[in-house]
């Protein structure tokens, strides 16, 4: 399993800072957020740092978007991406789904707030489509949804494809009985944690992938406003814990 950097978690930038934000931390593979190509420059300055892009983050697809995924399957062609990461209404999956070549992977993310926020969810939306669509593990937002980690990624059974590492805290028992509905219109957004005091267990993590099989992409995210710090934090803890389990 490789680690990557995500450009999202330092969507402040122009994409030449996030980068080079991502390079200082050691970072040689990277996530792109669709965000940061916002033109031929930006494209092009990603292809001439030489990096390794594992994925686009193309953001979302919901029912009342009119977004369609032609700049992000134009963009993994244009920095050798394999495969596309999105949240995906389940009313749209196959409309998306079906506008992404065959030579792509769709990995559909889990968002704690919309209605793919569950592993059952998740798998019952992307159950009957091809294989090359499979889902991509969001560990903070399945915090927040209040499902470990590890958990979302054994009821995946098999179809997950890529991994977001990103820490978050999960929800007190009363903000999860309201509903994710009310819960988002009537509380307050989640504030992402200081690096390394989320609940996000990266040894139980690790376990739960090995055991499953899984030996893609991991992917460094964060939200918060010490994305450096955060990141480090992840980089030392995954590193800990990948060693531990060889060792």
Not at 92 to 118: F, G, K, M, S, T
Not at 212 to 227: C, N, R, W
Not at 240 to 245: C, E, I, K, L, Q
């Amino acid at each position: 399993m490789r680690l990557a950097g995500h450009t999202y978690a330092f969507r402040g930038l122009p994409v030449a800072g996030a980068l080079t934000a991502l390079e200082e931390l050691r970072f040689d593979a990277v996530e792109v957020w669709l965000g940061h190509l916002d033109s031929d420059a930006a494209i092009e300055t990603v292809r001439s740092r030489g990096l390794d892009v594992v994925a686009v983050s193309a953001g979302g697809y919901y029912e009342s978007d009119t977004a369609t995924p032609a700049r992000a399957v134009e963009a993994a062609y244009a920095l050798g991406a394999p495969r596309i990461v999105a949240c995906v209404s389940p009313s749209r999956l196959r409309e998306v789904a079906a506008a992404i070549p065959d030579d792509l992977e769709l990995c559909v993310e889990n968002h704690w707030d919309q209605q793919l926020a569950r592993p059952g969810e998740v798998l019952r939306a992307i159950g009957a489509l091809p294989s090359r669509v499979g889902a991509c593990l969001d560990t903070g937002h399945a915090l927040l949804a209040g499902v470990r980690p590890e958990r979302f990624a054994r009821g995946l059974e098999g179809r997950l494809r890529h991994v977001h590492l990103k820490d978050a805290r999960p929800p007190h028992y009363l903000e999860r009985a309201v509903g994710r509905r009310i819960r988002r219109r009537l509380l307050p957004r989640p504030e992402p944690p200081e690096p390394g005091t989320g609940a996000l267990e990266i040894s139980s993590l690790v376990a739960a992938l090995s055991e499953t099989g899984y030996t893609g992409t991991i992917t460094a995210e964060d939200e918060g406003p010490h994305p450096q710090d955060a990141l480090t934090d992840l980089a030392a803890r995954w590193g800990v814990a990948t060693m531990a389990r060889q060792g």
